[in-house]
């Protein structure tokens, strides 16, 4: 039998901290979206993240959704963590990955009809993509043989964890090389952070609740996921308004200083400033 809440007070702050969570990762997307569509450009927006970031989230809906709704594999968890540990995934958990999925294809898509310069997706990104998915067709059949379904979906959770450790990372040095985060929306960043303290405040209310760590063992990469939101955005800040700040006239225009010159070409139109 598996535990129940022990306070409901904690249990409604759980879910609370979760939707709210959501919320503000989802809407963490929109800001990009828009300023993609506002300046019919992608440029200073990395390509590299955008692939690994698909790869990310489809990897983290497969583990989310398989461990939500599969009475077997949640069978198995109880098995491997005990019978009075709760499932460590919430229905926020699943959503949020549905949307993140469906949003950064949409971003992709921004990417074919929007002003992009002489941008692409790097060799590396698409050889490490490669490699991913490679060994998630590899670890299926494993999986098939021996029924292993939770070490199965594990690898997904673990892959997702990989994603995020390396995605913002082609973005980060973008920035550093232009000296500039215009093309990269910082309401994107600011949201991201909020979710990602709201997730591991999710998570700490559950553990104070139940009385045990288990859950943040048990689900190492929901863990590892926000602490690494947190640091990355932390970065992010940083390059955007102490590093690299957009300077403005006296009419409150930016002002387009920074080297923008390998990833723009002549004909492209000044840029407007980021959400």
Same mark, same amino acid.
């Given at each position: ?14 879910? /609370?901290?979760?939707? #709210? @969570?959501?919320?503000?990762? =989802? ?5 990009? *979206? $828009? ?102 067709? /590899?670890?299926?059949? #494993? @999986?098939?043989?021996?029924? =292993? ?5 594990? *690898? $997904? ?102 080297? /923008? ?15």
């Amino acid at each position: 039998m598996s535990s129940s809440w022990n306070s409901v007070g904690l249990e409604v702050l759980y879910q /609370v901290l979760g939707w #709210v @969570a959501f919320f503000a990762w =989802s809407f963490s997307f929109y800001p990009q *979206v $828009f300023l993609n569509y506002k300046r019919k450009s992608v440029v200073g927006l990395n390509f590299d993240f955008l692939v690994l970031n698909l790869t990310k989230h489809s990897s983290y809906l497969i583990y989310n959704a398989a461990l939500f709704f599969s009475p077997f594999i949640q069978r198995q968890y109880h098995e491997q963590y005990g019978d009075k540990e709760m499932i460590p995934v919430a229905a926020n958990d699943v959503a949020f990955s549905l949307h993140a999925v469906a949003l950064t294809a949409f971003t992709l898509f921004q990417v074919f009809i929007y002003e992009r310069g002489n941008q692409k997706v790097s060799k590396v990104c698409v050889s490490i993509t490669a490699i991913v998915w490679t060994a998630a067709i /590899v670890c299926l059949i #494993v @999986a098939l043989s021996k029924s =292993s379904w939770l070490w199965l979906i594990d *690898v $997904f959770n673990s892959t997702q964890v990989g994603m995020t450790a390396i995605k913002y990372i082609p973005q980060a040095v973008m920035n550093f090389r232009r000296k500039s985060t215009i093309g990269w929306s910082i309401g994107n960043i600011l949201l991201d952070l909020t979710g990602g303290v709201l997730n591991f405040g999710q998570m700490g209310v559950q553990s104070i609740d139940q009385h045990t760590l288990v859950n943040f063992y048990g689900n190492i990469g929901k863990t590892l996921l926000s602490l690494e939101v947190v640091f990355f955005d932390v970065v992010f800040i940083i390059q955007h308004y102490v590093l690299y700040p957009i300077k403005r006239d006296e009419n409150g225009k930016a002002i387009i200083s920074e080297r /923008v010159a390998p990833l723009i070409r002549p004909s492209d139109k000044p840029e407007e400033d980021n959400v």
